[in-house]
């Protein structure tokens, strides 16, 4: 009834929020029956926590039903017969997004598991609404550890022996905690330390019945407001989170990265300990470091955070570029720096859960989308766009990669004129949430995913400060080499070939000399400019001067 005294929703009983409301307490009813099946046929989850756990699934899908539910009334019934153009629309939309981001917050800090991941996914997405990404992205650092006692039922039944007999030691407080799993320093009978990921128990279970609320509300929003589609959001988090519970191929990710960055002394890939991993434990070489975006940290060590940032994003341009094999998830607590080594520190990457490969058509033609964006050829970003089934769209890609229009004046990694910004601020008036929900859910999967992977990536380089032509050059360069790489040959062949190496290297340098001489001869435009405005004015001033001495001669 509170809902009802909030909004003023039309009196028939058929309304689309009328039906929704009936569906979804509906739906609970069979959640309920659903949530007792799933954990009674369990057998990973143990007996104490069985029932405990189908009743807590219950109320949480209870709370998500409630929570999306009230979030797509407030859309539908605060943005009404408001024209998508007007400051009032504007306005309205700001404040609606904001209450809604807060109110899936608080939902994902009630639900906790799978429901936190599902924040933190939607925070790294680039376009989603800004309220989102700056309320959710507070989700990063809530996780709260699991009860050992659970956590050493979790390894003795998947290890097959007592603790004791495979560790020397085993710190029982967590070293870092997250959503689907936490980490623990051991030591192994030979000696070598390792960091034990544990997965917090009765998860696989919880992820059967959090998934299938998921995907019930984003489809009941479409079919019930056609304009709001966000079911390829929950498409696409499913199949990411489903892939991170497998620590299986979470190490054989670990070992093709390693694998493609062999010969790069930059980079450190913990060393996978199979004989202690299985599907819900992974045993791997404990690494010392900090985080990548520490500053301080960097500036004790005496390392220079722009270095960092170089290397950083050299090493996922690769990834994205040349390999087609991406770390889908890079935030800063599964990127540390180690200091030391020849070259003053290394790049520990740590969680391989979610990483994807590329399929090779798109790594293609992305890599044509990056040549594309850097020479600002509107009508190849178009031709591309097209390719990638996002149409009219494609306009936009200049502006979420590189910060500036197809049409700017501007170089390369100095963001927009203020008439760029006016009129892109016009455009952006007109595009309603129908537009950005078409545009995302017509995004090819590896798209988003890049998308994804880039939005973390120039988050850190931002807090390292350094400038963002850095990473723009970066990508232009590996565009160029992933362009001439044939996926056939050795994985680290830009390492290797030195025959490949410089071909490649010639087809970049020829793209800078393209740069320079079209930011030069814009250079030269706005030189000229400058230099007539300042003759006229000098002549405007000479002019007056005389008229003003001619007057008083006459007087």
Same mark, same amino acid.
């Given at each position: ?22 569906? =979804? ?35 949480? *899908? ?46 994902? !800090? ?14 790294? +997405? ?22 050992f ?37 051991? @030591? ?9 990921k ?14 299938? %609320?998921?995907?019930?509300? /984003? ?12 079911? $390829? ?21 670990? !070992?093709? %990265?390693?694998?493609?960055f ?5 980079i ?5 300990? $199979? ?11 404990f ?7 520490d ?15 170089? @290397? ?25 720096? /180690? ?29 044509? #989308? $990056?040549?594309?964006?850097? +020479?600002?050829?509107s009508?190849?970003?178009? !031709? ?5 089934? @996002? ?30 910004r006016?009129k892109?601020?016009?455009e952006?008036? #007109?595009?309603?949430?129908e ?6 859910? /017509? #995004?090819?999967p590896?798209? #988003? ?12 380089? +931002? &807090? ?31 390492? &290797?070939?030195?025959?490949?190496? *410089? ?16 930011e030069?001869?814009? =250079? ?12 006229g ?9 005389v008229?003003?001495? /001619? ?5």
């Amino acid at each position: 009834m509170e809902i009802l005294r909030k909004f003023k929703f039309p009196a028939r009983s058929k309304s689309p929020f009328f039906v929704y409301t009936i569906t =979804g307490l509906a739906l609970t009813a069979v959640t309920s029956s659903a949530a007792v099946s799933v954990f009674r046929d369990s057998t990973s989850v143990h007996h104490p926590y069985k029932i405990a756990t189908a009743v807590e699934g219950v109320v949480r *899908s209870s709370r998500a039903i409630y929570a999306i539910t009230l979030t797509v009334a407030d859309y539908k019934y605060s943005l009404r017969r408001l024209t998508a153009d007007s400051d009032e629309y504007i306005q309205r939309l700001t404040e609606v997004h904001s209450r809604s981001a807060k109110r899936i917050l608080k939902l994902c !800090e009630s639900n906790k598991g799978f429901y936190v991941k599902a924040g933190q996914f939607v925070a790294t +997405l680039k376009l989603v609404p800004k309220e989102y990404s700056l309320a959710l992205s507070s989700l990063q650092d809530q996780a709260v550890p699991c009860n050992f006692q659970d956590i050493k039922h979790v390894l003795t039944s998947n290890l097959g022996r007592n603790l004791s007999e495979i560790f020397l030691s085993f710190d029982e407080e967590p070293i870092a905690a997250a959503s689907i799993a936490q980490v623990h320093h051991a @030591v192994l009978k030979n000696h070598q330390e390792v960091a034990v990921k544990v997965q917090y128990p009765g998860l696989k279970q919880n992820m059967k019945l959090d998934t299938m %609320i998921m995907s019930f509300l /984003s489809k009941s929003v479409v079919k019930i407001f056609p304009e709001y589609r966000f079911d $390829w959001l929950v498409h696409e988090f499913v199949k990411s989170i489903s892939q991170e519970l497998d620590f299986i191929q979470e190490a054989k990710n670990s !070992e093709k %990265i390693a694998t493609n960055f062999k010969h790069n002394k930059m980079i450190t890939v913990p060393t996978v300990f $199979w004989e202690f991993t299985t599907s819900q434990v992974l045993t791997m070489q404990f690494c010392k470091g900090f985080k990548v975006d520490d500053v301080e940290a960097l500036k004790r060590t005496n390392l220079s955070p722009g270095k960092v940032a170089k @290397v950083l994003v050299e090493v996922f341009a690769e990834m994205i570029f040349v390999h087609g094999f991406i770390h889908g998830d890079p935030h800063p607590g599964n990127i540390l720096v /180690s200091p030391g080594g020849k070259n003053g520190f290394s790049l520990v990457l740590l969680d391989h859960g979610n990483c994807k490969t590329l399929d090779e058509g798109f790594r293609q033609d992305f890599c044509r #989308l $990056w040549e594309a964006l850097i +020479l600002l050829d509107s009508t190849k970003i178009q !031709e591309l766009g097209t390719r990638f089934g @996002v149409g009219q769209y494609a306009k936009f890609f200049p502006v979420i990669f590189t910060g500036r229009t197809s049409e700017s004046k501007s170089g390369l990694g100095k963001g927009m004129s203020i008439q760029e910004r006016q009129k892109l601020k016009q455009e952006l008036k #007109l595009l309603r949430l129908e537009d950005v929900t078409t545009f995302m859910g /017509s #995004l090819p999967p590896d798209f #988003l995913t890049v998308l994804r992977t880039d939005g973390l990536i120039r988050s850190i380089t +931002l &807090k390292l400060s350094a400038p963002q032509r850095v990473r723009l050059l970066a990508y232009a360069k590996y565009a160029v080499y992933g362009l001439g790489y044939n996926p056939t040959s050795e994985p680290d062949f830009v390492e &290797k070939s030195i025959i490949s190496k *410089s071909v490649m290297l010639v087809s970049y340098m020829r793209l800078r000399l393209i740069l320079e001489l079209m930011e030069l001869f814009q =250079g030269m435009k706005k030189l000229k400019h400058t230099i007539y405005t300042f003759y006229g004015r000098v002549v405007d001033g000479i002019t007056r001067s005389v008229k003003v001495s /001619s007057v008083t001669s006459i007087v």
